[in-house]
């Protein structure tokens, strides 16, 4: 079974910067997407964004844009969201998510229960 680990979350200050990890490990056949969902108390879960193998990003919330940066290591299953310029309402648990195929079969990064175990990231004010 792939096992999507986060790390990194935590509570710091508004205007503040956190950058967040997470490593895909297991038997894996195949990446391509790899992204980060995150969810705020009372909320539906949010796709923030995803890059693709080739290193193309797409952000999907427009208050991230310009302040969030997605980047990942190829040869270490690993994807990364630097965030800068935090804001309150950037605070909620961020999941890590990925496109991927195992010996378990294949599965898309909308599919929650594939999710990793979430980090929580708290901005205050």
């Known amino acids: 079974q792939v096992q999507l680990e986060e790390s990194g979350g935590g509570l710091v200050q508004a205007g503040g910067s956190l950058r967040l990890s997470c490593a895909a490990s297991?038997?894996?056949?195949?990446?391509?997407?790899m992204g980060w969902y995150r969810q705020a108390p009372g909320k539906q879960p949010e796709l923030v964004g995803s890059i693709t193998s080739g290193h193309s990003t797409n952000y999907d919330i427009e208050s991230v844009k310009g302040r969030f940066t997605l980047s990942r290591d190829n040869a270490k299953n690993t994807v990364y969201l630097q965030m800068n310029s935090l804001k309150p309402e950037d605070t909620a648990v961020y999941y890590c998510?990925?496109?991927?195929?195992?010996?378990?079969?294949?599965?898309?990064?909308?599919?929650?229960?594939?999710w990793g175990q979430g980090t929580q990231v708290t901005v205050s004010s």
């Open positions: 998510a990925a496109d991927y195929c195992s010996n378990r079969g294949c599965h898309r990064m909308s599919e929650s229960d594939y």
């Open positions: 297991g038997i894996i056949f195949s990446i391509n997407a």
